[in-house]
């Protein structure tokens, strides 16, 4: 038992047997098992197959430096096993997301339809959330798993919609079937249309102060995915009203920090790429994760073709930047100036003497981007009256608290993720800074220049 860290004591581990299919074809799940009950009863406990009653410990994880890693990583084990199912499912989302810009841009044939506030949609963003539900709900049962995100079915429903719904169902199918890389068991049939329709629309909570729900944002940034450049796929765990985990997907971040800026011209690189050069690209993609309190953050590489992956996978830690001083430092804003100002943020840069370009950015990956240490302060400043939702911000902020990074409204308070899907009582507007003599700037200038701006 020589895998057991030594402080774990002498009792000997109790066999613990399971029938559960998924947990069975997740070894490293075992491990939570093991946490959650050590040290409360100092009385580790040994899971084993119900099958053929072999101990999975010993040999299997005797080998694998990395299960080592992941008990000491998280000592107190809360959340582990939340965690792991979380990565997996995003990372199983990332592939998918791929695969659909792929299409999108290099073959034009997705459908991109328009919502009600016309802001783009596409087969990606209701089969990663159907994917992610479907994933969460066999992990931990359809009664536990409660999800706010941001898709519905009722365009999917309508009448007219029955050769998009098809595309969806199968690219569900495709990608929980690609799923076993994680040790995601896929499901025994293909899933029909209703059980697809099911998985997207259970995701209908409404979060609030108590209890556990997920925050699911299946693509943010969908103008960037449909103009083939950043996106993100963000999901967090909010418990009574705190996010407790994070993990951010981030399929199109580059090598090459620069190409992170649309003006830089991400999607013109990309665009002047043939298919096949893109596909053997490597480097680019990664998903970002936190855990509350842990005060560690990791990144992990996106994986290319069908090596095995094993938790934690190549995780390295991250932190954010040590630069302080305004004359270096890079801020990230949104490409849309309809989502925040630009000449607002231009007049604050100006005001604490950045003097580094912007760097515009769609979607989540500014949080990953500071998070890495990319950038030093990212700034949202939407118009008046536009009530930002919780899953634009759960998963980033949690990620960039633990690299060290400081995150909060511009009047200094944290987000608040207990009131709803809205983060309700934002004041003014959303900085992120890589340390707090630089937030601390940044809020100072928007003081002295609120009452003169014109949001
Ligand atoms: N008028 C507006 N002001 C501020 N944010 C907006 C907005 N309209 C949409 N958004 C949000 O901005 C997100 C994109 O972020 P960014 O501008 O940083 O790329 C969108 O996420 P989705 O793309 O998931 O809908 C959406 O939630
Ligand atoms: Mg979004």
């Not at 990309?270 to 309190?293: F, H, I, M, P």
């Not at 400043?381 to 409204?409: L, M, N, S």
Request: proline fraction near 5%.
């Amino acid at each position: 038992m020589s895998v057991f860290p030594s402080n774990l004591g002498t009792k000997t581990p109790q066999p613990f047997f399971f029938n559960n299919n998924f947990l069975k074809t997740h070894l490293k799940l075992f491990v939570s098992f093991h946490n959650r009950n050590y040290p409360k009863s100092r009385n580790p406990i040994l899971c084993l197959p119900n099958s053929n009653k072999k101990p999975l410990f010993s040999d299997e994880m005797e080998k694998n430096s990395n299960w080592v890693a992941a008990i000491e990583s998280a000592p107190d084990g809360k959340y582990d096993m939340e965690l792991e199912v979380a990565v997996k499912a995003v990372h199983v989302a990332c592939l998918l997301c791929q695969k659909v810009q792929e299409n999108l841009i290099f073959n034009g044939n997705e459908d991109v339809q328009a919502k009600d506030d016309n802001s783009p949609v596409t087969v990606a963003d209701w089969s990663v959330q159907a994917t992610v539900s479907w994933i969460l709900s066999q992990a931990f049962g359809a009664q536990n798993v409660s999800v706010v995100a941001e898709e519905d079915i009722e365009a999917l429903s309508k009448s007219n919609a029955i050769s998009l719904l098809s595309s969806v169902v199968k690219t569900v199918n495709d990608s929980l079937s690609a799923a076993s890389i994680f040790g995601i068991e896929p499901p025994v049939t293909a899933l029909e249309t209703t059980q697809v329709l099911e998985a997207i629309s259970r995701c209908n909570s409404t979060g609030g102060p108590t209890g556990r729900f997920w925050v699911l944002d299946p693509v943010d940034g969908t103008l960037g995915f449909v103009h083939g450049d950043q996106y993100a796929i963000a999901l967090a765990l909010v418990e009574n009203g705190e996010v407790v985990l994070g993990v951010l997907g981030c399929p199109n971040y580059p090598m090459n920090k620069e190409w992170l800026d649309y003006q830089n011209g991400y999607r013109r690189i990309l665009s002047r790429l043939t298919k096949s050069s893109s596909e053997s690209w490597g480097g680019k993609g990664c998903v970002l994760y936190a855990k509350k309190g842990s005060k560690k953050a990791w990144m992990q590489p996106l994986v290319s073709g069908d090596k095995g992956w094993v938790w934690p996978n190549s995780a390295r830690p991250i932190k954010v930047s040590a630069i302080d001083n305004p004359i270096l430092a890079t801020f990230c804003e949104p490409v849309e100036k309809a989502n925040s100002s630009h000449s607002f943020t231009q007049g604050l840069a100006h005001s604490v003497g950045l003097r580094n370009q912007p760097l515009r950015v769609y979607s989540m990956v500014k949080y990953a981007a500071i998070a890495r240490g990319d950038a030093e302060i990212f700034m949202k400043f939407a118009r008046a009256g536009y009530k930002e939702k919780i899953w634009d911000h759960a998963a980033g902020v949690v990620i960039i608290q633990e690299a060290g990074g400081v995150v909060t409204d511009a009047g200094g308070r944290p987000l608040d993720f207990s009131k709803g899907i809205y983060l309700q009582g934002l004041d003014r507007g959303i900085i992120a800074c890589a340390g707090s003599s630089l937030h601390e700037k940044i809020m100072r200038a928007v003081d002295a220049s609120w009452n003169s701006s014109s949001l």
